[in-house]
């Protein structure tokens, strides 16, 4: 079962360094979202979308864009790199809104740095 | 906004014993919950989920206690194992509107 698959893994980026985080899921899911996750803090969400062609903003979008062309794949994409930009990203998706009975299941995570 | 936290950072237990990590949150309107489990390097597993209507759910080893009085949420993890170490914590959410996450209990189970 693959569940959420996100690439890469790692990366390191120069200030200024432009890069896209892959996101699939393969549960046929119609919710999407990015997450980052920083030291001592809880994940804080940065977009999301409730189907194929939709999207929108969470909590910390600025500096970030994402789409979503088909139900499986829900780029992130970071334009112009910031030290504050270096995180751990997660991509999760759940099948309807959250609530009672659609948890959210979760990538294993992309360790971004940006020097 | 919302807020969800945690009573301790760090828990230590002895293997065999019961764990006991605490969540609290401030939105007294929220009426679902999960606990997820993180290890290191990985992304977050769903454990154990609860809904407002209850207050106490069980699976494997695991309990989680909801209380909508103090607004508070506690996972019990019985006979604690090795593997078990990792770093725990809660989210909470209104039906229809984003989870929010706590910091996170890390737990570490001595041999």
């Known amino acids: 079962n693959a569940g959420v698959t996100q690439t890469p893994k790692f990366r390191i980026l120069k200030i200024g360094q432009s890069m896209t985080l892959q996101c699939a899921q393969d549960?046929?899911?119609?919710?999407m979202y990015w997450y980052r996750q920083d030291p001592g803090m809880g994940l804080k969400l940065i977009y999301y979308s409730v189907g194929a062609g939709i999207t929108d903003k969470g909590e910390v979008p600025n500096g970030y864009n994402v789409s979503r062309s088909t139900t499986e794949d829900f780029p992130l994409r970071l334009e112009l790199a910031a030290p504050s930009q270096t995180s751990v990203y997660f991509c999760a998706s759940s099948y309807a809104r959250a609530g009672a009975g659609n948890t959210i299941y979760f990538g294993e995570g992309s360790w971004l740095t940006v020097v | 906004g919302e807020s969800v936290g945690l009573h301790l950072p760090t828990l230590s237990v002895q293997e065999g014993d019961n764990s006991i990590i605490n969540c609290a949150y401030s939105n007294s309107a929220s009426d679902y919950f999960i606990w997820y489990k993180q290890e290191s390097g990985k992304g977050p597993q769903f454990i154990i989920d609860?809904?407002?209507?209850?207050d106490k759910r069980q699976g494997q080893r695991v309990t989680v206690l909801l209380n909508k009085t103090v607004k508070h949420l506690s996972l019990q993890i019985a006979a604690t194992q090795p593997g078990d170490s990792a770093v725990y914590f809660c989210?909470?959410?209104?039906?229809?509107?984003?989870?929010?996450f706590g910091t996170g209990t890390s737990l570490t189970v001595i041999p």
């Open positions: 989210a909470e959410t209104t039906t229809g509107n984003q989870f929010y």
């Open positions: 609860i809904r407002s209507n209850m």
């Open positions: 549960m046929n899911h119609n919710y």
